[in-house]
């Protein structure tokens, strides 16, 4: 999966032809003048996280159209991968841009999927994240729709504890989602009742870097066998 830095700058690249709008279309009720004067104050790619944090939260429904949707896009996409934006954002953003995007031109769909593949493995590197790793399950599967095999596979091949540290995490949690029934849930839930999590898992408990981390991880593990246990066909097929 792309670097987060080459990939970031292939989004800009991308989106580069969408300048922005000498006007926007805004509710007058929602959005003040001086949140639409604090997006044009500076160029795109030093914009804060306060100036579009308002934008993030009401574009392409109180705020703008498509095309200005994808002008800001690149540095929304940037902001909420380093955690300058607020987590929250990426509900709102993910959804309408993944509700948009199977028409647009294979240059932008390529650019944002190796944007996601950088942030899934920022994600995978670094515990705690703002956007959660079952958050950003969601969002390549359910918000995007896009196969979740690869990014499950990724995980298997990490071998940080924040990696082994977010399944543990998952495997407390992921039952409360709302992907019940759509295939990728089912895809998840086969991989985490399959062997891949206790090889994870196991491996980061034997370098863990502190007994709280290790016991985290023992923990872990042995949730991960009740749950196998009680699953029939668990990690079939």
């Known amino acids: 999966?792309?670097?987060l830095d080459q990939?970031?700058?292939a989004l800009y690249t991308a989106f580069s032809r969408y300048?922005?709008?000498?006007?926007t279309d805004a509710c007058d009720?929602?959005?003040?003048?001086?949140?639409v004067r604090a997006t044009r104050a500076a160029p795109l790619r030093v914009l804060t996280a306060s100036a579009l944090a308002p934008y993030a939260g009401n574009a392409l429904s109180t705020?703008?159209?498509v095309d200005?949707?994808?002008h800001f896009l690149p540095r929304i996409l940037e902001l909420l991968v380093l955690e300058e934006l607020d987590g929250w954002y990426a509900d709102v953003v993910l959804d309408r841009l993944g509700a948009r995007w199977d028409d647009w031109r294979p240059r932008e769909r390529e650019a944002?999927?190796?944007v996601v593949g950088a942030w899934w493995n920022r994600t995978l590197n670094h515990y705690p994240r703002d956007v959660d790793v079952m958050k950003m399950i969601e969002i390549i599967a359910a918000s995007l729709g896009l196969d979740l095999a690869p990014y499950l596979a990724a995980w298997e091949a990490n071998t940080t504890e924040p990696a082994a540290r977010h399944l543990a995490w998952l495997l407390h949690d992921y039952t409360v989602a709302s992907g019940h029934g759509a295939e990728w849930y089912a895809l998840l839930t086969d991989w985490i009742m399959g062997p891949a999590p206790a090889a994870i898992l196991e491996r980061?408990?034997?370098s863990a870097g502190s007994p709280e981390v290790a016991r985290t991880l023992s923990d872990a593990l042995e949730t991960h066998r009740v749950v196998s246990a009680e699953t029939p066909g668990a990690g079939a097929g």
Do not use: K, N, T, Y
């Open 112 to 114: 944002i999927i190796a």
């Open 1 to 3: 999966m792309a670097d």
């Open 63 to 65: 705020w703008g159209d």
């Open 29 to 35: 009720h929602c959005v003040s003048p001086e949140q």
């Open 204 to 206: 980061a408990f034997f």
């Open 19 to 23: 300048p922005l709008p000498a006007e």
């Open 68 to 70: 200005e949707f994808r």
């Open 7 to 9: 990939a970031v700058d």
